[in-house]
């Protein structure tokens, strides 16, 4: 009979914490979120989440990311040597996540927080949002290779005349997030770039 | 003698609690400001607060838009004929504007209540964003009529393409906000945008 394994036990309680944590974000919002509310969800005790995280917002952005933990190291974009229609589908995806409430309403928590905590920005930058930025990039630079992007294009501009109004508009609810829309900002920005 | 005026008063105490309520949240944050403070630093009582807004919300919401009061109604984009120059001007203007820590503490707070309000979110728009996009898409509309601009040319995702990179940029502290980077978003969407 094996014995006891405490590196595993506290794996699974690392994960329900996680599990918790985005499940109460959902339902009472960033602001309604307590750390007690956290460790009863997740049966553990309040230190043992004091003894991981540092913040409530530092367990926010850990239940983020082992959202896309599963896919770690292997973001890609599509590539089937169309550009337009490869990002149709990808900004089209993006646009369905925005609408999914168990994904916004913990992204939205943790956005807040990037943008109130420049220490936590940064964290986000070099964990998250780099490595996928780096994925999106190499998409673009094969499209670059094939013609279909003209070979001095800004590719980190273009990330962002692509994701920063679909990321302005759910963010602020300033209009509707469709596919119409995922496509036509497509079509412009592409307009932009194109050789 | 004229007799004392209440009216006039009062407008003082509200101008009072607005001012102090951008100077605390300048150096405080959004988090650390309390209708407490607000009140001390403006001479008032809190009931007065309390009388005149419902939540901290909605004060650092008044006390944003009466930065612009004063050129209320007269909101314009410059008008040289050149497009491009004239866009690379106001761009120019509002990376300086996000850059002035008197200017950006305020913003940043009242877009994280934005965020995380959808209620404030639709009266934000209705009283300050939409007059504002109205103002600058005139801009573009004679853009269109001098053939700068395509005439079927969408000009809501005209200005989100313009606006947006760099209010991500700036809310995400993702990437220095530049004159030069400025003056590459504007080339760049004019580029989408031309006929």
Redesign the interface.
Known sequence: MPAPDPARRSERSRLAVLRATRELVTEV???GLSIEAIAARAGVGKQTIYRWWRSKGAVVFDAILALSEGSEGAVTLPDTGDIEADLKVVLRATVAEFADPAFEAPI?AL??E???D?EL??E??KRL?APVDEAKKARLRSAQQAGQIRADA?L??AL??L???L???W?????PLTPEYAD??VE??L???RP
């Open positions: 919002g960033y602001a939205r956005n807040l990037i943008a109130s420049p920005a940064a986000y930058r949002a800004d980190d501009l962002e005349l994701y920063a109004p990321y302005q508009r963010l602020l609810r300033s209009a036509a900002l412009h920005v307009r932009a770039l």
